[in-house]
């Protein structure tokens, strides 16, 4: 979307659209159930667990954390990553805000 566009819709419809697009690649979903799964930073394993190329997990990585849906940390010559606590909370309310706020009576097609 373009930026003069985005400037039409409320903060948590951005908000929302942009987390959507982030988890909208199986890379990006696999790499975020493994992190949650393992519950600790991860460092050098998920090349070895998805079997991606690192560029591209590198690449999922950035825009997961410019999603503010994983955090980073440098130890030595390597990135850890993990769940970002406080936005994942943050984003499941959203999510189930946003699906609960719709309700379909059915019937319309």
Not at 3 to 14: A, C, E, M, W
Not at 37 to 54: F, H, S, Y
Not at 66 to 80: K, P
Request: one cysteine or more; hydrophobic letters at 40%.
């Amino acid at each position: 979307m373009g930026i003069t566009k985005s400037d039409l819709f409320s903060k948590k419809q951005n908000e929302i659209a942009a987390m959507a697009k982030a988890i909208g690649h199986p890379a990006r979903i696999a790499i975020l159930q493994y992190l949650a799964k393992t519950n600790t930073c991860i460092c050098g394993d998920l090349v070895e667990e998805l079997g991606l190329a690192q560029a591209t997990i590198s690449q999922h990585l950035k825009e997961l954390k410019t999603a503010g849906l994983i955090q980073g940390s440098i130890e030595g010559a390597s990135v850890c990553y993990c769940i970002h606590p406080g936005n994942w909370k943050k984003f499941r309310e959203q999510f189930a805000g946003f699906f609960s706020d719709v309700n379909i009576q059915g019937g319309c097609c």
